[in-house]
């Protein structure tokens, strides 16, 4: 099934980026988007069927790993390949104007794509799903684990990134500077979360004590191990974003200023015709 979802999810990428390259083969679609996409799609591959997923119910640091790639790597990747900005570019005109920007105008939109909406909502689903009588639950029902919990650790990452990586036409504005506050401040819960469970002095996960472990760290060894990594990487992943929300920002302020000394040049030029 993920891969089903995956390959369908590329074809209609690629399939999109070849029309806008042949309707305008003067405004192709930019390489790095596609590779970006596809990278996002290889990294949700990889954690959900890869060694990750294959291990996810036998140790807690394969499961912590999974959940970091999908929420702090895939998910950004996915965001700046752009596939909201590509589909209204391969879409026609009508499509355009009947269904896709009476969709990203919509209050719910607008809604999703405030930064503070997505901060409260990512951390949140960090949060609460990381609680032993939660976290336990989805591990003992193979359904909710697959079908609820990954899709769920995704969509809080496209949620939270979305707006501050690659805001979309007919998304709100968002200030440079609110982005990077953004960023930045997300990493204390993922931090201050990946402490806490490093720093229990009992095991906290109950499900991972009954796990027949064929090899590797006994359980409270492991839940510490889990908690390392989510506090090291997710703080090494949000300072990778951080840049790349400031070059944006950097980008921007050139592109504003090249527009400003312009501008003087086209007034006078209005001016002598």
């Known amino acids: 099934m993920p891969w089903a979802v995956l390959v369908v999810t590329a074809t209609l990428y690629i399939v999109a980026v070849r029309r806008v390259t042949r309707s305008a083969p003067g405004r192709p679609w930019a390489a790095y988007r596609t590779w970006c996409f596809m990278a996002g799609l290889a990294v949700t ?24 790639l999908l929420t702090m790597l895939a998910a950004p990747l996915l965001v700046l390949g752009d596939a909201v900005l590509l589909a209204m570019r391969a879409s026609t005109h009508d499509v355009r104007r009947r269904w896709l920007v009476p969709c990203l105008r919509s209050r719910a939109v607008h809604t999703l794509t405030h930064p503070v909406f997505g901060w409260v909502f990512f951390v949140g689903v960090m949060g609460v799903t990381h609680l032993p009588a939660v976290y336990d639950t989805f591990l003992e029902h193979p359904l909710l684990h697959d079908f609820v919990e990954h899709p769920l650790y995704l969509v809080s ?20 500077w609110v982005r990077l506050v953004s960023l930045f401040t997300v990493m204390i819960p993922m931090a201050m979360l990946g402490f806490f469970i490093f720093a229990a002095p009992r095991l906290a996960y109950g499900f991972y004590a009954h796990v027949p472990r064929p090899f590797g760290p006994d359980p409270l060894a492991d839940q510490r191990l889990a908690g390392i990594l989510m506090w090291s990487t997710s703080m090494v992943l949000s300072v990778a974003w951080l840049v790349v929300g400031a070059s944006n920002w950097l980008r921007a302020e050139e592109r504003r200023t090249r527009r400003e000394e312009k501008a003087p040049t086209r007034l006078v030029l209005g001016t002598n015709s």
């Open 45 to 68: 591959a990889f954690a959900v069927v890869g060694p990750p997923g294959a291990w996810d119910d036998t140790f807690f640091y394969a499961h912590m790993t999974q959940h970091i």
């Open 157 to 176: 990452g496209l949620v939270f990134f979305q707006p501050l990586l690659a805001p979309t036409a007919g998304t709100r504005h968002v200030r440079h």
